[in-house]
């Protein structure tokens, strides 16, 4: 079993979860990746490696419980543990409701609620046996605030909300030792507005990250903050915005 925390991280080939992985294999984890494309899996496990650090990959689609599943059992079945488990794979294909883009409140429903509540019931049972862990849920500003063209994408980050403070709740309850934790970005350069399929909603959005976003750096910092509290003691919810972003 590795003495270093072994942490999971969905969504890992690119933005927060990309950041995240390299902060904390850059200081106290092994990290195991979680995302569909395998090709920039392999990259990050390379440059990983190239710094020093230990990566495992596992290319992995959130929707498929039986992937989610597999996943979580290649991270225990290696290193013989999960210590930390981030749930950072996301899309926010915003658009107004009278479009009904429907394939697109689907995508949203079941990659960031869905693919969130996969990988808590996966990790549940190897954290609950060991009596630790901790779950950190990226959920965003728009779970907090709704607009118009954001109706779905907000549901879906409010969701995530509500299932991280219910499970603080129940893990607090059993006296697992589990920490939840929910991390809330505002403007954060990702790659989330490709993943617009309106025209007009994404090139307004692109102007609005152009001039007020932040980079990820920002909340793998902010992440490793949160796992580094003594175990005694859990960051459950933090909101990081660009200083100049209203809402």
């Known amino acids: 079993m590795s003495e270093k925390k072994v942490a999971i991280i969905t969504g890992a080939s690119s933005g927060i979860g990309e950041a995240a992985a390299k902060s904390l294999a850059a200081t106290s984890c092994i990290v195991v990746l979680a995302a569909r494309r395998e090709e920039r899996l392999k990259e990050l496990v390379k440059e990983i490696e190239m710094s020093g650090g230990e ?29 930390i488990l981030i749930n950072s794979a996301g899309i926010m294909p915003h658009s107004p409701l009278k479009d009904q883009r429907i394939q697109d ?7 960031n609620i869905k693919g969130t509540l996969y990988g808590i019931g996966a990790v549940l049972p190897y954290m609950n046996e060991q009596k630790s862990g901790h779950i950190i849920n990226i959920s965003s500003v728009a779970g907090h605030y709704a607009h118009a063209g954001g109706a779905v994408y907000s549901a879906t980050k409010w969701a995530v909300r509500a299932i991280s403070e219910s499970l603080r709740e129940e893990v607090a309850q059993d006296d697992t030792n589990i920490r939840v934790s929910i991390v809330s970005p505002g403007a954060i350069n990702t790659e989330l507005l490709s993943s617009i399929t309106d025209p007009e909603i994404r090139e307004n959005n692109a102007k609005f990250y152009e001039n007020f976003g932040i980079s990820v750096e920002r909340v793998a910092s902010a992440i490793q903050q949160i796992v580094d509290v003594p175990a005694d003691t859990a960051w459950n919810e933090v909101i990081i915005r660009p200083t100049k972003q209203v809402r």
Do not use: F, H, P, R
Request: proline share 0%; charged share 30%.
């Open 55 to 83: 990566a495992l990959y596992c290319v992995t689609d959130v929707t498929k419980n039986s992937e989610v599943e597999t996943l979580i059992k290649l991270a225990v079945d290696t290193y013989g543990k999960v210590d």
């Open 105 to 111: 409140w689907d995508n949203m429903i079941d990659i």
